[in-house]
């Protein structure tokens, strides 16, 4: 069991007594039940009932530890209940929790200009806070849409890849490949062009003086981890400013630090990026960043707003996360790291392809057994996920070891036998 010394006992008195912890008469199986009666049933029925975490490992309500090799789906940057990130999380909450946009704050600030830092911001780019990331596409929506062209040549459409997913409110939707996700809500918003993802003549002849914008993951994360090469990460950068199309890069997935780099994308500078997942270590947090004057002051005020957003904790949340980066040297941990990890994966028998930078990975299976290897490694500790049917992913804290990721190396043959088992039985 991990040491619950950083606890102090009242808190966690007082978690209990408002039933955000589990008792000894509360079984996962009673947990389970409950959720399934109050909770909307758009995820399906939860894995595990998970009641604590500590570095780069969970334990369930009733009592089995996981290693968490999906961090939250690349969120838990540095682990779980970071001494730094949750002690800066109670500090800036017993300081100031909340104000308004009518108001800043020190945390807020300091984050805008850490940010414009690390991504290599020219002169004139700003930052806009939201709480995720299908809300920091929003913002890039609208932002588009005021790159409108003239009364006579008016910029009408928007161009998103083949297998894109930007997330689920209805603008962020608009932009997603998956016509499951779409076509149940539609009327979307949006007149938008779908064209197939690392093909550079498709997306020039897409991309003319009607375009407002382009939106491209550097790496298709929902997709199965599809890399985009910088290649066509250039040529988009170029054809878009030909067109005088905005060029925006969707990070919330890749950013901060995930595939061994501040930004998937960089050296290749979009005019806007978005940010989420892995920025707040596990504390809602998005952004959106535009670089440059031009684009930056497409937006004005009145135009956009939000009433959490870049909020006191959130921002000092990033802050610390990016703090740790730094100080522990993550990015280079990670590259050393991934590619490690990807050369053992891509031994193993039953595995037929390794995609991915740092640590975001996918792997492919011999078989569309990836529900049931996902399941056996539930079984023997091991969180892990799967973006189709024989597609696994790994995206785990960036501070994760060789040791432990070597426990579920070693245990992955036995997983993948588990898995063709279950399959044939079925
Ligand atoms: C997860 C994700 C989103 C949506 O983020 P939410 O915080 O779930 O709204 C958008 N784009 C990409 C690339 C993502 O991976």
């Known amino acids: 069991m991990p040491t619950t010394s950083n606890h102090p006992q009242s808190s966690t008195d007082a978690l209990a007594a408002l039933g955000a912890l589990p008792s000894a008469a509360v079984t996962s199986t009673a947990l389970t039940e409950r959720y399934a009666s109050a909770l909307l049933g758009v995820f399906g029925t939860p894995q595990r009932v998970l009641v604590r975490g500590s570095g780069c490992h969970v334990w369930d309500a009733d009592g089995r530890q996981y290693l968490d090799l999906l961090g939250g789906i690349a969120v838990n940057t540095l682990g779980h209940a970071h001494p730094l990130l949750t002690s800066v999380i109670s500090s800036q909450l017993a300081t100031l929790g909340h104000v308004s946009n009518f108001f800043t704050s020190p945390a807020q600030i300091s984050l805008a200009e850490r940010l414009l830092e690390i991504s290599a911001a020219p002169g004139g780019s700003k930052v806009f806070f939201t709480n995720s990331g299908t809300e920091a596409n929003e913002a890039a929506l609208k932002l588009a849409r005021r790159n409108a ?32 996700y779409r076509e149940p809500f539609e009327p979307l918003p949006g007149n938008v062009e779908w064209v197939p993802a690392g093909d550079i003549e498709a997306l020039r002849a897409a991309v003319d003086e009607s375009v407002q914008a382009v939106f491209i993951e550097p790496i298709q994360g929902e997709a199965g981890v599809r890399e985009l090469d910088v290649d066509y990460l250039r040529a988009a950068r170029a054809i878009t400013h030909q067109a005088g199309a905005l060029l925006i890069f969707d990070e919330v997935q890749t950013g901060m630090g995930r595939t061994g780099q501040y930004f998937a994308s960089a050296p290749v500078l979009p ?20 670089f440059g004057h031009r684009t930056s002051d497409l937006l004005n005020p009145g135009d956009h707003g939000t009433t959490f957003g870049g909020n006191p904790v959130a921002t000092a949340a990033a802050l610390a996360t990016i703090h740790v980066i730094d100080k522990e040297q993550l990015l280079s941990h990670v590259a050393e790291t991934g590619q490690w990890l990807r050369e053992e994966l891509s031994a193993i028998t039953g595995i037929s392809q390794v995609r991915g930078r740092g640590l975001l990975i996918a792997f492919d299976l011999d078989k569309p057994i990836a529900a049931q290897v996902v399941s056996a490694g539930l079984d023997a500790g091991f969180i892990i996920n799967t973006t189709g049917p024989a597609t696994i992913r790994l995206a785990p804290p960036l501070v994760i070891t060789r040791d432990q990721l070597t426990t579920f190396i070693d245990k992955l043959p036995a997983l993948i036998g588990q898995g063709l088992l279950t399959h044939k039985e079925n």
């Open 271 to 290: 005019d806007v990026m978005t940010l989420a997942k892995g920025l707040g270590g596990g504390f809602p947090i998005g952004a959106m960043l535009t």
């Open 149 to 180: 062209g003239t009364a006579d040549k008016p910029r009408t459409k928007v161009i998103a890849l083949e297998n894109a997913f930007h997330g689920r409110s209805l603008g962020a939707l608009s932009l997603t490949w998956k016509k499951a």
